[in-house]
């Protein structure tokens, strides 16, 4: 079903200023048509627990009910984005964006806490946020089948030099080494395979969760690709 809220659902030109940002995302329907221009341009909404396009959108709520029969049938246009966790609102998160993207020079945590009056602890939340959906090109999140792992990446002790082989390689396993974690998305909604890697300070549960629910949309399944089951996948086969 086509979104239909009752208004132009066409978004005018983005604006060039901040203060523009900020006069043109205060509105609560120009966000919603402004998200919905980008993650459904064609206007049929999909429902993002089962992708069927049969949803009916419930204008006092500002929300689609999915006409299909499953759990979490009402979503938000925030759901399966980098915004879903998250209880600020599109009035905030998108000069945020709109922030960080001119910013030729980068920005830092504190400048968007000055600049949209948020703690710099939520600063730097959504400032992290945004640098992940730029890297991976999309605000969405992975979906359907997900696979997790983590790695250690160095070099073998054994092509290293004395001298530094002794300064780096002081036990066994991944001391001296990088950790790394990827996910994998296989044959997602435009049936192509999506991977996205970071390096990782520790390979600890509570780290790696945290980083899967992150980034994986939520009911979905995490899969280990190793024989043994991973850190990361081990609690979470199914988030709800």
């Not at 089962?50 to 759901?79: M, T, Y």
């Amino acid at each position: 079903m086509r979104y239909d809220s009752g208004m132009d659902t066409k978004p005018p030109a983005t604006p060039k200023t901040l203060q523009e940002a900020i006069r043109y995302f205060s509105d609560p329907d120009t966000c919603l048509a402004f998200m919905v221009s980008l993650r459904w341009p064609d206007g049929n909404v999909k429902c993002p627990i089962c992708g069927s396009e049969g949803a009916r959108f419930l204008a006092n709520q500002r929300r689609w009910e999915c006409r299909d029969k499953h759990p979490r049938r009402q979503f938000s246009i925030k759901v399966g984005t980098i915004f879903e966790d998250s209880p600020l609102s599109l009035e905030t998160w998108l000069p945020a964006v709109w922030l960080i993207t001119n910013a030729k020079n980068g920005i830092s945590s504190y400048e968007i806490h000055r600049g949209l009056a948020v703690t710099q602890k939520t600063a730097w939340f959504m400032l992290h946020r945004i640098r992940l959906a730029m890297r991976s090109g999309t605000f969405n999140k992975l979906m359907g089948d997900v696979e997790a792992d983590e790695t250690f990446v160095g070099g073998k002790a054994k092509f290293m030099h004395p001298h530094k082989r002794a300064a780096k390689i002081t036990g066994t396993g991944g001391m001296g080494k990088t950790a790394v974690m990827g996910l994998l998305e296989r044959h997602g909604p435009d049936k192509t395979s999506r991977v996205r890697v970071k390096v990782i300070p520790t390979t600890k549960k509570k780290l790696l969760q945290a980083e899967v629910r992150a980034n994986v949309e939520p009911a979905r399944t995490s899969t280990p690709t190793r024989s043994r089951r991973t850190r990361a996948s081990r609690p979470i086969t199914s988030t709800k």
